[in-house]
């Protein structure tokens, strides 16, 4: 992540100085599907090669692409799909590459999975293609457009540059055969859980995605889920205003494992400690993770999934569109593609991926064939998954946190 900002702060300032002598350094590009209908979209889009660049490390999401996604592409739209997996920090400084060395036309990246903090410094830096989610039909038919998760991504504007693609919710899970029935509902119940449990329970580190939004979770248990609002991304206002979560924090260490001195490195390492049993506990933002690890046989059917009373983080991952995709046409195809009820309903029985569908804007039909899907043991009720849901903590702000959680807490 440092390195990217590097990257980014050099193109910043490189663009500015451009800016100087000459303002078609930093013009738009003119849009080729601008007035097109959209089945003229689709026809121009048949016979093309898209490019979907994403995270590597999600095998079984990257699975289904391959299984379901890729075939469907060929079949409907004759559009050949070609998934690419890369770490999300490798696919955007490629982006920014191709930015500052001015490829402005035939980049080598159509589809891009992307949320958080890389969508606000590729939208802020003008690697993104859009707006363009007013130009899809399924974003209309059925997701709801008004929905918060729609409009802003970690307290961010969207602005059309990016298009739902899958949901997504932190949930807690405990093998209740070693810990119990009786699960916390909030942070003072967490910290006696731990104590009862002492050195039984960790959680990654906030470089880990899942780290840093337990971490973050922490922070709205002890200080309120509008702790951020009018808050500064400036260090000492960041570290004021969760001072109270880090007082917490500190006290939790002394009863997780290695004392807080140390903590997994990311969600993988944690969850090979619960399932060896050197955890009682863990976490993950697959809120239907439960069932399919109990499923495969890889942790005992006395695991349950919990939640805290007063909501978890909830957010949606999205796709977006190069700045300097050759192929437009197509990515919006293949985008309005996995919006549809179809490929969203196949993500969902395959693997359990949240729709980011409005299930009331389904027919009856295509509802109750998502509502028959099975859950899977263990797991919160879909009605609990979908609601207590909290906004994500703004992408700003995510990174100072972190750096706080490094200085003042870890070995506290």
């Not at 409907?76 to 920014?96: C, E, F, R």
């Not at 109270?244 to 140390?262: F, H, T």
């Not at 609990?384 to 995510?398: C, F, K, M, S, W």
Request: hydrophobic letters at 35%; glycine letters at 8%; a negative charge.
């Amino acid at each position: 992540m440092k390195k990217l900002l590097v990257i980014l702060l050099s193109l910043v300032m490189t663009f500015s100085l451009c800016a100087c002598g000459s303002k078609t350094e930093t013009t738009a590009q003119a849009d080729p599907c601008e007035g097109m209908t959209w089945d003229e979209i689709v026809e121009a889009a048949r016979g093309t090669t898209v490019s979907f660049y994403g995270w590597g490390g999600d095998e079984q999401r990257n699975a289904w692409l391959e299984d379901f996604y890729v075939p469907y592409m060929k079949d409907k739209y004759d559009i050949t799909l070609k998934v690419v997996g890369m770490d999300i920090n490798d696919i955007l400084s490629k982006l920014s590459s191709e930015k500052e060395a001015g490829e402005d036309e035939n980049g080598s990246i159509d589809m891009i999975w992307i949320n958080g903090e890389n969508f606000y410094s590729c939208k802020e830096n003008g690697m993104l293609y859009g707006p363009f989610t007013d130009k899809l039909p399924n974003m209309s038919e059925y997701v709801d457009t008004e929905a918060y998760e729609n409009n802003y991504d970690f307290g961010k504007p969207i602005e059309g540059y990016e298009a739902p693609y899958s949901s997504a919710k932190m949930v807690m899970y405990a093998d209740t055969a070693k810990t119990g029935d009786a699960l916390p509902t909030n942070a003072d119940e967490f910290m006696e859980f731990c104590k009862a449990n002492k050195g039984k329970v960790t959680y990654p580190e906030v470089t880990d995605f899942t780290g840093s939004t337990f971490m973050r979770q922490l922070i709205y248990e002890t200080c309120g889920s509008d702790v951020w609002e009018g808050v500064e991304a400036d260090k000492d206002a960041v570290q004021e205003a969760m001072q109270p979560a880090i007082d917490y924090m500190v006290e939790l260490n002394q009863y997780l494992w290695q004392q807080g001195k140390q903590f997994p490195a990311d969600r993988g390492a944690m969850d090979t400690m619960f399932a060896n049993g050197e955890l009682v506990m863990g976490m993950t933002y697959e809120a239907l993770q439960v069932g399919t690890e109990i499923e495969k046989g890889n942790i005992p059917k006395t695991v349950k999934s919990f939640e805290f009373a007063d909501g978890m983080i909830a957010n949606t991952n999205y796709m977006a569109i190069a700045y300097n995709s050759p192929n437009k046409a197509g990515a919006l195809v293949a985008i309005n593609a996995m919006m549809s009820p179809e490929m969203q309903l196949s993500s969902y029985e395959e693997y359990k991926h949240l729709t980011i569908l409005d299930l009331n804007k389904l027919d009856d039909k295509t509802r109750d064939a998502f509502n028959a899907v099975d859950a899977g043991e263990g797991n919160l009720t879909l009605d609990q998954i979908g609601t207590n849901r909290l906004p994500e903590t703004p992408a700003d702000i995510v990174p100072i946190a972190e750096e706080v959680w490094r200085e003042c807490v870890v070995g506290k």
